[in-house]
């Protein structure tokens, strides 16, 4: 099984940018897809962006353009860089490593993004 661990949430001002990282324990990282989610105050957990194991991208229509989802199958991490961010991007923001139907999250990291 893949574990994954986030790290590089806090507080920016809108227009700002944040990178986020995922690190993942396990011996194949590379088998999975890794995945970003989120969730605000109130709200369901979304898909912000997946990496497959094939090296295809989708991404939220609502970051298109804004954020870009990268993976390092060497370092066993996955990575979201989010530039022009917006107070709706304010969020809990939590990896994922899906494989065969199973996702194991982490914990999840905040994102606050200030007007």
């Known amino acids: 099984q893949v574990q994954p661990v986030e790290s590089g949430g806090g507080l920016v001002q809108a227009g700002g940018s944040l990178r986020l990282s995922c690190a993942a324990s396990?011996?194949?990282?590379?088998?999975?897809?890794m995945a970003w989610y989120r969730q605000a105050p109130g709200k369901e957990r979304e898909l912000v962006a997946r990496?497959?194991?094939?090296?295809?991208?989708n991404y939220a229509d609502s970051v298109k353009g804004r954020f870009t989802i990268s993976r390092d199958n060497a370092k066993n991490t996955v990575y979201l860089q989010m530039n022009s961010l917006k107070p709706e991007d304010t969020a809990v923001y939590y990896c994922?490593?899906?494989?065969?139907?199973?996702?194991?999250w982490g914990q999840g990291t905040q994102v606050t993004v200030s007007s």
């Open positions: 396990g011996s194949i990282f590379s088998r999975h897809a």
């Open positions: 994922a490593a899906e494989r065969l139907g199973f996702t194991n």
């Open positions: 990496f497959t194991s094939d090296g295809s991208t």
